[in-house]
């Protein structure tokens, strides 16, 4: 429900009181939260939560295992008890707690229960086969699950679109190029392009087969594609039958240069035991592809690697199994400094300073300071200086990532060694600012919208383009920095922010759910670049932030809202992150000792679990809007942690 009452007074019956915050219950929680956080800090001074996906990932794990031949009974049989723990009411699996059935979700859950030895005729198969038949069977699944049926020749390759391995000989100046997509789509598509030209058959040691879960027999389906939508579209779609009918017969000497180009583009980019890109899907599919190439895992060091980075995602709990999608230890360890700096407030505890010279002396070490990224190619005078999300993705430093852990090192750091790091941070985040003012996640200009029309990108996640979160938080570094070589870098991006804010007054969240998330991010931006609170831009995010406070003074925003804006700001719960966010975001607007941010404050006191933490059931981040969602476990710990602290700190000025 809304919060319809004012900024006044709360109703209560019949009485009208204004809520109140106890500062000796207010403390409690905070040291409880503070001694959580600093339990959870590994030995060598990081901080890494669980990055849980939805279903998809565990069940591509179980199919990479029958792929290859394999079997780990009990590791599939912990998967299959996580699996069926999240099926839904009707049948299928949604991409995010209490969301819809999704169809590539469900048809891949389900291959992967068949995989494991559920008996397709058990109730909850089914039901599962129900659902997924009711939204037009696997023939309408997305374009990368289709792709996982056709290795299981459970559709015939014309139900995918070509991807052939010469793409990786085209040049720069061609419409289609590697460097054109996102990071996470060149490490995906390489390897995969690979599989799609060489078309293997997986091992499938049990004989499974999932023709139940076709409408049409699937050699007789003539729809794998959807409608064209648009001109570009339906030329695209034209251009990929013809190639399924150029790729019988390529070249032989075109496709051996090929493949030893793609192989090597692999092979420099493996990462080690973290794997290609750092991220599930194209680790696997490197895994694949490698094998294809000729790496057999008893004598190709690289491919043993390979498959132990997959395998290093696993998390095993007591009675389930699943795998996560990438590991957050930059991230996570950066926002908890942020944290610990909100609540010491310049005024340090012997733990709180150990824990923070301990965690800074862990990020110095992982600083890509060598300039070996893929963004060097296009940025070849700019000097390094940025961080990964994982623990190693040295050519794919991420630009969020940069900015957070340069803005915790410059609130505390005062060492040449850190004055150092921040400058050579700022350097590179400044090189690496788009056309249009703002900042992406790993590249500059990555806008070529038009590849959003290719049958392969029915994801929508294709580009890496500026979003307003990762704007946001690069503005918030450099206006703290105030270096006066920033000052045009500066203007460029607030006006973009400000181009940004919807009629409804928020900010859009790519990365963080959603509108609450973006919300946030650019309202501490604008407080770190000076923005007056009375700014009308401000004035209208306060407001909107106020609209969806919730009746029990929580935030709470359903990822539903990225199908449907209409939702911005909505929940049927509250949800102590999306909580945190908000009342960060007042806060930062001059709102401290409004009944909202109090109201808020009190929500979180009251909802803190006895470890000193909050537990939200909902899924927190999108991976891909609309396609793959994520749940940062550390976000109910150190969000809500980092607003206590500050509500702490600037109720004793107001």
């Not at 992406?440 to 580009?463: C, E, K, R, S, V």
Request: proline content about 5%; some cysteine; charged content about 20%.
């Amino acid at each position: 429900m809304r919060d319809i009452v004012g900024d006044n007074a709360v109703a209560a019956g019949s009485q009208t009181v204004r809520p109140h915050v106890d500062p000796e219950h207010l403390q409690s929680v905070l040291d409880a939260t503070r001694d959580a956080l600093l339990r959870a800090q590994h030995d060598d001074g990081h901080w890494c939560y669980e990055l849980e996906a939805d279903c998809t990932i565990p069940a591509e794990y179980v199919m990479m295992l029958h792929y290859f031949g394999e079997r780990e009974p009990e590791m599939e049989a912990g998967i299959g008890r996580y699996l069926r723990a999240r099926q839904g009411k009707d049948g299928g699996w949604p991409l995010y707690e209490a969301g819809a059935t999704d169809v590539s979700c469900s048809v891949k859950s389900y291959f992967a229960l068949k995989l494991i030895g559920d008996d397709p005729g058990a109730p909850h198969m089914q039901l599962a086969r129900k659902a997924i038949l009711a939204r037009g069977g696997a023939a309408r699944a997305n374009v990368f699950t289709r792709m996982a049926l056709a290795l299981f020749g459970e559709l015939p390759w014309r139900g995918v679109p070509v991807v052939p391995v010469e793409l990786v000989l085209l040049p720069r100046w061609f419409p289609f190029h590697l460097l054109k997509i996102s990071y996470w789509s060149r490490t995906v598509v390489t390897p995969l392009a690979v599989l799609c030209s060489l078309k293997p058959r997986a091992a499938n040691p049990l004989d499974v087969h999932v023709h139940e879960l076709f409408v049409t027999p699937a050699e007789d389906e003539q729809h794998y594609f959807a409608p064209p939508t648009s001109l570009l579209a339906r030329m695209f779609l034209w251009l990929d039958k013809l190639g399924h009918l150029l790729e019988t017969h390529p070249p032989r000497w075109l496709r051996r240069r090929a493949m030893k180009r793609a192989e090597q583009w692999i092979l420099q980019r493996l990462n080690g035991k973290d794997g290609l890109g750092a991220i599930f899907p194209a680790m696997v599919n490197a895994c694949e592809a490698l094998v294809l190439l000729g790496h057999d895992e008893a004598t190709s060091a690289p491919l043993r690697t390979a498959r132990q980075s997959v395998r290093n995602l696993l998390v095993v709990h007591a009675d389930e199994v699943y795998c996560q999608p990438c590991v957050s230890p930059v991230w996570d360890t950066g926002l908890a400094c942020l944290a610990i700096e909100a609540d010491a407030a310049g005024r340090f505890t012997p733990d709180q300073e150990r824990a923070l010279t301990h965690a800074f002396e862990w990020l110095h070490c992982r600083q890509l300071l060598d300039e070996n990224g893929d963004w060097k190619v296009t940025h070849p005078n700019l000097q390094g200086g940025g961080w990964a999300f994982q623990y190693h993705n040295d050519c794919y430093p991420d630009l969020d990532d940069t900015a957070v852990m340069a803005w915790a090192l410059q609130q505390t750091s005062d060492s040449d060694r850190g004055r150092e790091s921040i400058r050579r941070a700022a350097d590179w985040l400044v090189g690496m600012q788009s056309r249009n003012g703002g900042f992406a996640a790993f590249d500059a200009n990555n806008t070529h919208y038009w590849l959003n029309q290719i049958p392969f990108a029915d994801h929508g996640a294709l580009l890496d383009p500026p979003t307003s979160d990762v704007s946001a938080r690069v503005l918030t570094l450099l206006a703290k920095l105030d270096r006066p070589q920033d000052q045009t870098v500066r203007r460029r991006v607030l006006d973009y922010l400000r181009a940004e804010q919807t009629d409804a007054g928020c900010w859009f969240g790519r990365w963080g759910t959603n509108y609450i998330y973006g919300t946030w991010s650019v309202l501490m931006a604008m407080e770190a670049a000076g923005v007056d609170a009375d700014d009308p831009a401000v004035q209208k995010a306060i407001a909107w932030l106020k609209h969806c406070q919730r009746e029990d003074g929580s935030w709470g925003e359903t990822n539903d809202s990225y199908f449907d804006a209409g939702l911005a700001g909505a929940d049927t719960r509250g949800n102590a992150a999306q909580t945190a966010w908000a009342l960060l975001g007042l806060m930062a607007s001059g709102e401290t000792a409004s009944v909202a941010v109090t109201r808020g404050i009190e929500w979180l006191l009251r909802t803190q679990a006895d470890d000193g933490r909050w537990h939200d059931a909902g899924f927190n981040a999108p991976g891909f809007p609309r396609v793959f969602y994520l749940k940062y476990h550390g976000y109910s710990h150190y969000f809500p942690y980092w607003a206590l602290a500050r509500y702490r700190h600037d109720i004793a000025d107001v």
